[in-house]
C-alpha cells in the first residue's frame, strides 16, 4: 500500500509559500474500534472480535482517567499520551487562578526510543507514495515505486 498524496495550491496571500504548489496525505478514511478490532484478528489474534473491542473501548475510558489524574501514558513502541493546557497570563501570580485556563489539550508523542521504530524519521523513510488526481487515479509514479 502507498500513502496516496494530493497536490494543491496554498491561496492563503499571507502566506510565504503563496501560489506554490504542495502535498497532502488523502486519507481513505476514518477507522473505528469495531473496524481495528476486526484488522488485529485477521493478524492472527486468538481472541474474538468482541474481546478486542472491550478492550480497546476499556483503554480508551482508562486512557482519560488516567490523564485526567495527573499522568502521561506511554505504550511502548507506540508513543506517549499526555494532557496540557492553553491559559491566559496574569501581571501578579495571586490574580491567576483556574479561571485563566481556556482550553486543556490531549498530546501524542511517538516512541522514539532506540528499541522501537515509530518516529518520523523511520517512516519517511519506510514510507511509499503515489500522487493521485482529482478523480483519485494515480497519474505519476510516487518515490518507492
Known amino acids: 500500500m502507498k500513502l496516496r498524496i ?4 496554498n491561496k ?8 506554490k504548489t504542495y502535498g497532502r496525505i488523502k486519507h481513505i478514511e476514518t477507522l473505528n474500534t469495531l473496524d481495528i478490532a476486526k484488522h488485529i ?3 492472527g489474534s486468538i481472541f474474538t472480535q468482541d474481546v478486542i473491542v472491550g478492550v480497546l473501548q476499556r483503554f ?10 495527573g499522568y502521561k501514558v506511554k505504550l511502548d513502541g507506540l508513543g506517549t499520551f499526555y494532557l496540557s493546557v492553553k491559559s491566559t497570563g496574569e501581571e501578579d501570580a ?8 481556556k482550553k486543556v489539550c490531549i498530546h501524542f508523542l511517538a516512541d ?3 528499541n522501537y521504530d515509530w518516529n518520523s524519521a523511520s ?4 514510507a511509499k507514495f ?8 494515480p497519474v505519476t509514479p510516487g518515490n518507492g515505486d
Open 60 to 69: 480508551s475510558l482508562c486512557l482519560e482517567e488516567l490523564m485526567q489524574d
Open 112 to 114: 522514539k526510543s532506540k
Open 130 to 137: 503515489t500522487i493521485i488526481g482529482d478523480d483519485e487515479t
Open 12 to 19: 492563503n496571500r499571507k502566506s510565504p509559500g503563496y501560489s
Open 6 to 9: 494530493a497536490k494543491y495550491v
Open 94 to 101: 495571586d490574580e491567576w487562578s483556574t479561571g485563566n485556563i
Open 123 to 126: 517512516q519517511t523513510l519506510r
Open 41 to 43: 484478528q485477521k493478524h
